[in-house]
């Protein structure tokens, strides 16, 4: 449980896809990336953090310089990210399709899609962040995309005096309930200490 994996949900927005991406970044130089996110926004968030390490994007719309996955298929989301990785030691898997799946297969096969995934990461040294979308699914189908993953992050976002204020709330039962603000710098999200100190406490298990 050294290398939990992270499920964030978050409010609409870049927010939740820079964030998760700085985290993978701060915990692996190896990263595959599942994408929906527009290859503009992608290009966007990537660049703002000189992220120096190796970096496989795979997207369901084809762009020139990411590899294609066709997620109506579930075996050929796999092969995907199993090409991706074939020349990366211990690489995270950063995942944001989730609504795009469970959209298209429904929760049961997508449910046991991200078990069989991050059981074959964890095999192979690595770890999964996923992103889902609050609204984007319901209730039922939040709750239960959570439960395989270790540590649950909540990002929230408000509109308060004409300026927007992000919240990341830590639901992880290893922790306790803490809200924390997130800065962003243009498409840069910081990671609060709470969850550096969430990560470090799994360490003693």
Known sequence: MNRPDILLISDPGYEGSSFLFNLASQLS???VWIAS???AMLQAIVKSYNFRGKLCIATPKQWEGYNFVNL???NEVSIAISKAGENMSR???LISVIPELLLIHGLEKTYLFLLNTIWKIQNQGGRT???ITKGA???REEIMISRPFTIVFRLKKNLVENSWRRELVVESPYASREV???E???YRASIPDSVTEVLASMKKF
């Open 180 to 182: 924390t603000e997130v």
């Open 29 to 31: 130089s190896n990263i």
């Open 91 to 93: 690489f995270t898997l």
């Open 184 to 186: 962003v710098d243009g």
């Open 137 to 139: 699914q319901g209730r």
């Open 129 to 131: 962040l996923a992103l």
């Open 37 to 39: 996110e527009p290859p």
């Open 72 to 74: 109506m298929n579930l």
